[in-house]
């Protein structure tokens, strides 16, 4: 909030002082008021500041609108194993397993759902997800997972955890699997 009242400060500050050359219009010299090329000043300094007024809110907008889109982030095993411990049985926390149907044979999260990252229909049974609900996602080192994690993001999910070095570091970390 602050980016954005310093950018108004700048706005009041600024405007009322820029050289009047900014501001005005060429006179109307054939109708011979002196009213008439003061009314153009005006109209054309309130439209100067409306304009910068809109540039500078849009701006502001986009910044503050991005602080807060979700959770979208990279987690430790350690991390990753708190959170399946947390929301354990939830309707909306599911665990997917990005990796091929024979590496998740040789053993996987339990109660993890498995989509092929290399299958042709990956990106449509992506989009078949309920973006609303919580994923915690991994593969066998991090590579799938993490462009999972950005493809899920392009596609507007809101909160979705990639474990850091996958399965490969969950197995390092002791934590359990499903065989």
């Not at 986009?62 to 411990?85: N, W």
């Not at 939830?90 to 339990?110: A, H, W």
């Not at 990106?123 to 609303?132: G, P, Q, T, V, Y």
Request: proline share 4%; glycine share 8%; net charge positive.
């Amino acid at each position: 909030m602050a980016l954005v009242s310093s950018k108004f400060t700048v706005i009041f500050t600024v405007l009322p002082h820029l050289p009047k050359r900014y501001c005005q219009g060429p006179r109307d010299v054939s109708e011979g008021k002196p009213e008439a090329g003061l009314k153009k000043m005006q109209k054309r300094r309130i439209l100067l500041f409306l304009v910068v007024f809109i540039v500078i809110l849009s701006t502001a907008t986009v910044g503050l609108g991005g602080m807060k889109r979700g959770t979208l982030k990279d987690v430790s095993p350690e991390e990753a194993y708190e959170l399946i411990q947390k929301r354990n049985g939830s309707p909306d926390f599911i665990i997917l397993d990005v990796r091929t149907p024979e590496e998740y044979k040789e053993g996987y999260i339990e109660n993890a759902l498995n989509i092929n990252f290399y299958s042709d229909e990956f990106n449509s049974e992506l989009r078949k997800l309920d973006k609303d609900k919580a994923y915690l996602i991994y593969c066998r080192s991090g590579g799938r997972s993490g462009r999972t994690l950005n493809m899920m993001k392009q596609l507007g999910f809101k909160e979705v955890y990639n474990i850091q070095g996958g399965m490969v570091k969950w197995l390092y970390r002791e934590n359990p699997v499903v065989k």
